[in-house]
C-alpha cells in the first residue's frame, strides 16, 4: 500500500533471485523446443499420409499436452501464488466438460 | 486536484453521478435503478392479479398478458434483484475486506451504465411496437414465431445488460482475491462477502452460455440463421439448454448472496458469532458447484429419456444437502443468543420458514415422475415465488433496513418498518400460498383467464388480495425512506449497536477513501474483537498514514454504454425494409463506443493522490 517504503536487496537475495531466473528461462526454452517438436510431429504424422484413425487421436493428444505446458510454463502455474487461477480454471473445464458431455448424450446422439 | 466533497449544486451533483467511480456512490446508483425496475415489475405483478382475480376478466388482453408477464419476469430477475443485490454488494463487500475500492472502480462504473442502458432500452419496448411475450424464458420455438420486435429487444436488451452483469462479477472476484486487508484470510472473510465471492464465480460461468444463446437468437431472427428451427437442421432444445445451463445458476447467484445478508444479520442480531462459519462456506460453494450439474431439472418433461432425468432429479435433491446445512447453522446461530428483533431480524426470523417452504416444493419438483404432474402449472409459480420472494425480495428489503445507515447515515424508522414487514409477509403468503392448491387442482400458468366455477374462482381472488397487501409494504417502505431522508438525522457509526464487521468500524459518513490506514484483521467479526478488547478506533492499523492513491472520476463508461444502447436500434430496425436509417444509427453507435474506447485507451489516466498532510488534520481530509 505505502508507496515510501523501499526495499534493498542483499547480495545473497540477488545471487538466488538471478538463479531462479536462470532456471526459469531454461525450463521456457526447453518447453518451447519440446511443443515445436510436437507441432512438427503433428504436421509430420499427416504428411506421411498415415491412418485418419491414428493421426485424430494423436492430434487431439499432443494438443492437450501442448495447453497444458502453455499453462504451466508459459502461464507460470507451475510457479506459486497461482492456485485461484489454477482453481478457477479447472472450475471451468469441469463445467464446461459436463455441458459439452450433457450435449453430446442427450441432444445430439 | 484533491476532488474533496465540497457543497455542490443539483447539476453538479447529477454530474458527480454521472461519472462517479466511488463503489458507495454507485451502490447507490444501483440501489436507485434497481428499485426503479422494481416497481415497473411490481406495477406489472399487480396488473396480472387484477386480470386474474376473476374468471374469464377482460382488464387485459390476451397478447397483452403475455408480455406482461414476460417483462415483470425478466425485469424482476435481471433489472431488479440482481442489481439490488448489486447494490448491497458494492456498499459492503469492499468495506467488509477493507479494501479502499473494488480492484477496477472503471469497470465498476462501466458495469452500471451497462446494466442501465440495456435495461432501459428492454422496457422501452412497451412504447416501440410491443413487448416481447414468449415468457423470460423465451423458448425459441415461441419466440421465432413472435411477429413484433420485443423479441429482438428482449435478446438486445438482455445482451447489454448481460455484459454489465458479468463486469461487475468479475470485478467482484478480483476485487475479494486482490484487495483483503492484511490479516483478512479467506476464512475470516465475512459471510456475506464470501456469498459474493461464489456468486460472482457464478456469473463469470453462467452468463456466457447465456450470451451464447442469445446470439444465436438474434442471428436466427435478424439474420435468418436456422439454429433453433428444426425444418432447416437446427434444434429447438438447444435454446432451452443453453437458457437453463445459465438459468439454474442464475437463480444461485440471486440467493447466495441473500443467504449471505441474513447470515451477517442473524449474527449480529443474536449477537453471537455464526454458528458453523466453516460449513457455512463450505456450503456455499458446495451450492455453487452443484449449481451447474442441476439445469435439465426445468425439462424434465422435454423427453431428454429416463436416464438423463434420474442423473439430473438426483442431483438436484443433493443441493438440498448444503442448503440444509445452512438453515440449521442459522437456526443454531439464533438459539441461545441475545436475540434483538429489529425489522431486518424480523425479516430473517420470516424468510427462514417461507423459504423453507419454498425449497420442500422444490424437492418435490425435483422428482422427475412427480415434475411431469406438476409442470406448467401454478404449483411451479407458488415454488418459484416462495424462493424469490420469500429468499431473496425479503433480503432484500432486511438489507436495505440493514445497510441504510452504512449508506446514508440515516436510520429507517423501525416501527413503520416492522408494520412493512406484517404488510409483505402476510400478503406474500396469502398471494402465493394458495397457488399450491391451483396449481394442484389443474391451473395452468401463463394462461391469461379461466372459466368459472372449477373451485379456482375463490382462491385466485384471495391471491389478489395478498397481491394488494404486498403493494402496500412496498409503498410503506417508501413512504419510510422519504420520512427518514426529510428527517435527516445521521444515524453515526455502529447504529445498530451490535455491529461485528469491519464496515461497521468506519467513521460515518464513510470518507470517500473509505480507510484512513489500512486496518489489520485479527479473525473473524474483527470490529467485535476491537470492541471487546476495549478499542475506542475500532481498528487496528496495519500501516502508518501515508498518501492514498485515488481514481479519476470518468464519463467515458457512460459513454461506452450509450453507444450501445444507440447502436441497439440500429440492429433491431435493420430487419425492417422501410428503415433505410437503421444502418447508419447502427454504425454511428458502434462508433461512438469505439471512440470512448480508444480515448481511454490512448489518454493516460493516472488518478490522484490524497496527501498525508490532508489525511492528518482533524477532519481526515474532508473540506
Redesign the interface.
Known sequence: ????VTHTRTQQEYEYDRKRANLGMRNQVTVFALMIFLTFIAFASVQAGMSAYLVAPLILLFAAVQVALQLYYFMHWSEKGHG?AQF?MY??AF?AF??IL??I???WW | MSSTAKKKGFGATIWDYLTTVDHKKIAVLYLIAGTLFFVIGGIEAMLIRIQLAEPNNDFVSAGLFNEIITMHGTTMIFLAAMPLLFAFMNAAVPLQIGARDVAFPFLNSLGFWLFLFGGLFLNLSWFLGGAPDAGWTSYASLSLASPTHGIDFYALGLQISGAGTLIAGINFLVTIINMRAPGMTYMRMPLFTWTTFVASALILFAFPPLTVGLFFMIFDRMFDANFFDHLNGGNTIIWEHLFWIFGHPEVYILVLPAFGLFSEIFATFSRKRLFGYSSMVFATILIGFLGFMVWAHHMFTVGLGPTANAIFAVATMAIAVPTGMKVFNWLLTIWGGNIKVTTPMLYGLGFIPSFVAGGVTGVMQASAPLDYQLHDSYFIVAHFHYVIVGGIVLALFAAAHYYWPLMFNQMLNETLGKITFVFFFVGFHCTFFIQHFLGLMGMPRRVFTYQGDQGWDLFNYISTIGAFLMAIGVILLVVNVIITAIKGEPAGRDPWKDGRTLEWAIPQPVPYYNFKQTPLVRGLDTFWIEKMEGNKEGMTYAEPISDIHMPNNSFIPFMISFGLFVAAFGALYHQDADKAWSLPVLIAGLAITFLSMIVRSLKDDLGYHIHKEELMNEKGGKK
Request: charged fraction near 5%; charge should be negative; avoid cysteine.
Open positions: 500500500m505505502s508507496h515510501d485461484m478457477f472450475s471451468a463445467i459436463t455441458m450433457a450435449f448424450t442427450i441432444i
